[in-house]
């Protein structure tokens, strides 16, 4: 019956000899025979052994767990058990490294839209990204309760035109500047802005967020801690005021 070395099977089986000298010390990989000088010798069995293990690590399986299969006088009864647990490890990894990359693309593309990059510009995204999902649900609460007032405006307007009822667009214009104002404070209670040039978070007065000219994701205003004034950035409050300045 053939015998191997410990570089023998580390080169059988594409691990190094360090490796095969590792499984050794934690009692998964014995070899079968240790000449009188020391040196360990491997049979084929070993050798098929080895091959099982380095399949299992492959799988990320532990070496305690390959240690509990190697051990089992049944290993069928154990596997799949062993297969599932390691299926659901991986799944919440990849889970994780999906949300690392998203992460990654998010601030790459940050990057892109600072026309100076400054070390404080990746907490100004940061800070973005983690209010994001926040920020995303102020929006779609804002949009849900501006759609009957929508639906209102137009369906007045359409009377008006087709029908020359215009009483019902009258109640809307009454309606829609105290709502305007309700909604627009309670929308600037829930959100801050980032200054571009010293990267302050601030709350500007409603005054000036309402009238302030804006985009989706920005709005000019003027910063209160270094006085820029141009477009800042708006990220969800990590606390909502309970009174507007």
Known sequence: MSKYTTGEVAKLCGVTVRTV?????????????????????????????????????????????IRQLLSEEDP?????????????VLEKEIGERKEQLHKLEELKAGLKSVPSFELESIGDIATIMTNKEKL?????????????VGIFQWTSIILWIARGIWWPFLVWAIMAIPYAIWVSRWYFRKV???????????????????WAKHTP???KLTCPSCGHHGFCVET????????DA
Do not use: N, W
Request: glycine letters at 4%.
């Open 21 to 65: 000298q590792y499984y050794d010390t934690r009692g998964i990989l014995v070899p079968s025979e240790l000449t009188e000088g020391g040196r360990r010798l491997y049979s084929e069995e070993d050798v098929k052994r080895m091959k099982v293990i380095c399949f299992l690590r492959d799988l990320g399986l532990s070496i305690d767990s």
């Open 236 to 243: 969800a409050a990590e606390q909502e005021v309970t009174a």
């Open 192 to 210: 801050d802005y980032i200054c571009p040039q010293c990267h302050t978070v601030f709350k500007p007065a409603f005054r000036e967020a309402f």
């Open 217 to 219: 994701t920005t709005r």
């Open 76 to 88: 069928g009864s154990v596997i799949s058990l062993l297969l599932d647990q390691q299926e659901k």
């Open 136 to 148: 995303r649900r102020f929006r779609m609460t804002l949009l849900f309760t501006a759609m009957p």
